[in-house]
T-cell receptor, first 110, second 109 residues
C-alpha cells in the first residue's frame, strides 16, 4: 500500500515563473490538503480538496491554486513566483481526521 | 494570538531521560490533538493523537491532554539519540490542521 507520494522532490524556479506540484494520496483517502512550511516554522494550511472541489482555503493569495482529479490525486499551482514562496510544500491525504504527509517538495525561488 | 503555541527549544536531554514537550492552543472548542515528529529535511510523521482528557500511552510515548487548561503534552520515556527531531503539535479544527512552530529536541548520547 503506497503512502502519499509527491513530485518532484526538489525544484528550483526563477522569480516570476509558474510551478506545478503533484500529489497522489494514500489508498482509500479522498481528501487532499496542501501546506507550506517555511524554514523553522510549522506547516501553514493552503487549501483542501474533497470530491474535486476546493472545500476550504487558508490565508494565501490567489496566485496559489489547485485541482483534484477523479482519482483523488491533486495539483498545486503557484503563479508569479516570489522569493518568499521558497519553502517545503507538503501534501497531506486524510480520511476523517487521520492525516498522513508525503515527503514534500522543496521549492527554491531564485 | 497563534492558534497553537510551542516553545521552539532546543530542549536537550541526556540519553535515557524523559523528554517533556508542551503545547497550548487557543480554541477552547478544539477536540482533536496530534503530535508529529519531523526530522531535518523530511516531512512530518504522525506519532500520536488524543481526543479525551487524561493520558494516552503508546510504547515510549505518552500524550497528555488537559482541555480546561488548553494544554497538550508529549512525554518520551527512555529518550534515544534517534528521537532527536522537531516535534510539531497540531490541533484539528474545521477540517484542517493548525500546527505549532515545533520544539526541537536534542537527545545527547
Amino acid at each position: 500500500d503506497a503512502g502519499v507520494t509527491q513530485s518532484p522532490t526538489h525544484l528550483i524556479k526563477t522569480r516570476g515563473q509558474q510551478v506545478t506540484l503533484r500529489c497522489s494520496p494514500k489508498s482509500g483517502h479522498d481528501t487532499v490538503s496542501w501546506y507550506q512550511q517555511a524554514l523553522g516554522q510549522g506547516p501553514q494550511f493552503i487549501f483542501q480538496y474533497y470530491e474535486e472541489e476546493e472545500r476550504q482555503r487558508g490565508n494565501f493569495p490567489d496566485r496559489f491554486s489547485g485541482h483534484q482529479f477523479p482519482n483523488y490525486s491533486s495539483e498545486l499551482n503557484v503563479n508569479a513566483l516570489l522569493l518568499g514562496d521558497s519553502a517545503l510544500y507538503l501534501c497531506a491525504s486524510s480520511f476523517r481526521e487521520r492525516a498522513f504527509f508525503g515527503q514534500g517538495t522543496r521549492l527554491t525561488v531564485v | 494570538q497563534k492558534e497553537v503555541e510551542q516553545n521552539s527549544g532546543p530542549l536537550s536531554v541526556p540519553e535515557g531521560a524523559i523528554a517533556s514537550l508542551n503545547c497550548t492552543y487557543s480554541d477552547r472548542g478544539s477536540q482533536s490533538f496530534f503530535w508529529y515528529r519531523q526530522y531535518s529535511g523530511k516531512s512530518p510523521e504522525l506519532i500520536m493523537f488524543i481526543y479525551s482528557n487524561g493520558d494516552k500511552e503508546d510504547g515510549r510515548f505518552t500524550a497528555q491532554l488537559n482541555k480546561a487548561s488548553q494544554y497538550v503534552s508529549l512525554l518520551i520515556r527512555d529518550s534515544q539519540p534517534s528521537d532527536s527531531a522537531t516535534y510539531l503539535c497540531a490541533v484539528y479544527n474545521f477540517n484542517k490542521f493548525y500546527f505549532g512552530s515545533g520544539t526541537k529536541l536534542n537527545v545527547k548520547p
